[in-house]
Nanobody, 121 residues
Framework: QVQLVESGGGLVQPGGSLTLSCVVS????????IGWFRQAPGKEREGVVC????????SFADSVKGRFTILRDKSKNTVYLKMNGLKSEDTAVYYC??????????????WGQGTQVTVIS
């Protein structure tokens, strides 16, 4: 059974940092892709970053380039989204999602429950 569980959200001041975790189970990351998405109140869900683990190709949304980094701990089956220089517009519920045995072209068939990130001064 494929599962993804996010954690690490919280309150942070502008300019601060947070690291979100996505623990996966039921599939192998090596042949899959993981994407981080976010949805702010009243807005559509948007993609933040996606990584193909088969070739380590990564793509970031322009709004987070240079501020967000995606990392992986293979031993823990965990993918991290490290967020620096947070802005109020980064406030959203963040989700990780997987394309099992595929790449970032999708479709993302498995999703976590989401974790709230709130950037407020």
């Amino acid at each position: 059974q494929v599962q993804l569980v996010e954690s690490g959200g919280g309150l942070v001041q502008p300019g601060g940092s947070l690291t979100l975790s996505c623990v996966v189970s039921g599939f192998t990351l090596d042949d899959s892709a993981i994407g981080w998405f976010r949805q702010a109140p009243g807005k559509e869900r948007e993609g933040v970053v996606c990584i193909n683990f088969s070739d380590s190709m990564t793509s970031f949304a322009d709004s987070v380039k240079g501020r967000f980094t995606i990392l992986r701990d293979k031993s823990k089956n965990t993918v991290y989204l490290k967020m620096n220089g947070l802005k109020s517009e980064d406030t959203a519920v963040y989700y990780c999602a997987a394309v099992v045995n595929g790449n970032c072209a999708g479709p993302f068939g498995s999703w976590g429950q989401g974790t709230q990130v709130t950037v407020i001064s």
